[in-house]
């Protein structure tokens, strides 16, 4: 596509043959694609549109940096180097000041906003101006499937061991495989977050990484019974890797956990063995996945329902589905050999401080489920809030004492189905986008007394933009919106370590 040629010119290099962009995967009419040039990692999204301008949009190195390329054989008079300042109107409402530089009928702007980006991603339209004039109007069609791509291509390609390493077995030594347990086999639920494994059977870490986004697959390892390449969690709390094996007649438990950006496991529990009888296992079906037990502390599914899965040495796993929506089912793996195991990923309570519903209001039931964690703890950390069905019916339930559909309705569209909660956790900057935008920044703990004008300050400092340049201090009231405020620092930003266990 002509956006690679620009791509040349970005990184001051022509390409090389082994360092020529390779396909990721195409969504939509955008294509995402991948490359290395200079020790530069990075993931970029593309379309053209009918005026023969094209649009992308990617990743730069493991700092993940947004930029942002927009290129033209019509825009001649373009100055190579000189400073293009572009003004950005999203849906006719939010605008941004976009620094960009002229390159060959190009134009490139990096180290973007992630607010940017999101609103990128979330808008419908785009119109860009230059000193007055426009340059283009754009339809923002599937701009958030390719915004999706690109983080997913980021985490795989960028993120993971050199994806470019040469192919020539002779190149570098390698280590000959011991015989072991090792990841393989498919999706047995719709979420592909629950696999079938077999002994023999190799997974590969691109694959790893599709099913499990939310994670960052990491380099291969040797821990007791050779499990192979493992998944380590990018957000607070455990992440819990559960393999269910036969030994002979007996089926073995594994259960290997992480922690945050550690590589390899801080803690394993050697396998025991569960004897002979069946194993039955509790998965949630959904947007998040959680298996353990049917005995033991399992959690999860309200809204999707869940699935009991049997697990008997030398027989195929048979499942029955309670699936809140469609009535239930039963339903069998098919046919297959020999059951290494089962694997599955998820948060359990004993294992986790993170919270499955966030508030967005200081009244009773004000609250929305988490659906999606990414980045946390970095320039661009993101949390995506759905407000269920559930949920407006608890907050109609305990606030307004009615369970009717017109509330349930009404309470959705005040905050927009789907909120995103976005955070530069170095500046202490975070945005929550929805029907409506709210800007916050935090300032860190208080070290002497303040009374704003809405009361008392709390232990921490936030501020919220009201308009233009001006942000008013939060006082710590009921109907101030300091508490959501802060818990939603909080989770955004782990690493700034804010309590709000006496909020």
Same mark, same amino acid.
């Given at each position: 596509?002509?956006?690679? #040629? ?5 990184? !001051?290099? @022509? ?33 053209? %549109? ?23 054989? /019509? ?8 400073? %293009?300042?572009? +003004? ?11 620094? =960009? ?13 992630? $607010? ?28 958030? =499937?390719?915004? /999706?791509?690109?983080? @997913? ?6 993120? $993971? ?19 072991? #347990? ?66 002979? !007649? ?48 399992? %959690? ?50 004993? &294992? ?31 949390? =995506? ?5 559930? +949920? ?18 009404? *309470?959705?569209?005040?905050?927009? @189905? ?21 800007? &916050?920044? %935090?300032?860190? $703990? ?25 942000? *008013?201090? #939060? ?25 709000? @266990?006496?909020?």
């Amino acid at each position: 596509m002509r956006f690679i #040629l620009i791509l040349c010119l970005v990184i !001051s290099l @022509a390409w090389s043959a082994s360092a020529e962009p390779e396909l990721f995967k195409k969504v939509g009419n955008w294509e995402v694609v991948y490359g290395d040039e200079g020790g530069v990692r990075f993931c970029f999204a593309a379309a053209d %549109y009918e005026d023969e301008t094209n649009v992308s949009i990617g990743l730069f190195g493991e700092v993940a940096e947004w930029r942002q390329i927009l290129t033209n054989p /019509n825009w001649g008079s373009i100055t190579e180097y000189d400073d %293009y300042p572009l +003004n950005y109107v999203f849906d006719g409402r939010r605008s941004w000041r976009v620094d =960009t530089v002229g390159l060959d009928h190009a134009l490139i702007a990096i180290d973007l906003e992630p $607010r940017l980006v999101e609103d990128f991603a979330g808008s419908m339209g785009l119109e860009i101006a230059h000193q007055g004039t426009r340059v283009i109007k754009l339809t923002l069609k599937g701009t958030r =499937t390719a915004v /999706n791509a690109v983080e @997913a291509c980021h985490r795989i390609k960028v993120l $993971r061991p050199d994806p470019f390493a040469p192919n020539d077995p002779f190149a570098q030594a390698a280590p000959t495989p011991e015989p072991g #347990l090792r990841f393989a086999g498919r999706s047995v639920v719709s979420d592909d977050r629950v696999l079938r494994v077999t002994l023999g059977e190799t997974l590969s870490v691109d694959d790893l990484a599709l099913r499990f986004p939310s994670y960052r697959v990491s380099r291969n390892f040797d821990v007791p019974e050779e499990v192979g390449d493992v998944l380590v969690s990018d957000a607070r709390g455990n992440a819990l890797l559960h393999i269910f094996y036969a030994r002979g !007649s007996q089926t073995v438990e594994r259960v290997i956990s992480w922690h945050p950006g550690v590589e390899g496991p801080n803690d394993t529990r050697v396998g025991e063995a569960l004897g002979t009888a069946p194993v039955k296992l509790s998965c949630s079906l959904g947007l998040a996945t959680t298996c353990a037990p049917a005995d033991g502390s399992w %959690y999860g599914g309200k809204r999707y329902g869940y699935a009991d899965y049997i697990f008997e040495p030398g027989r195929c796993p048979g499942s029955t589905f309670h699936d809140a929506y469609h009535g239930g089912g039963t339903s069998t793996i098919g046919a297959c050999e020999a059951i290494a195991g089962l694997i599955m990923e998820g948060y359990w309570p004993e &294992h986790s401080e993170q919270e499955t519903l966030l508030p967005y209001g200081s009244r009773v039931g004000m609250e929305m489920t988490v659906i999606e964690r990414h980045a946390l703890g970095s320039k661009s950390a993101r949390i =995506t809030l759905e407000h269920t069905r559930e +949920n407006a019916l608890s907050f109609c339930e305990q606030y307004s004492n009615t369970s009717s559909e017109e509330c349930i309705q009404s *309470t959705i569209e005040d905050t927009g @189905a789907q909120v995103r909660l976005l955070a530069n956790c170095e500046t202490g900057e975070f945005f929550w986008r929805g029907a409506y935008a709210v800007n &916050h920044r %935090y300032k860190g $703990r208080k070290t002497a007394a303040q009374s704003p004008a809405d009361g008392p300050v709390g232990l921490y400092l936030i501020e919220r933009q009201d308009t233009g340049d001006r942000w *008013t201090m #939060l006082g710590n009231c009921t109907a101030c919106g300091y508490v959501e405020a802060l818990v939603a620092f909080a989770e955004l930003c782990p690493n700034r370590n804010v309590d709000t @266990a006496a909020y």
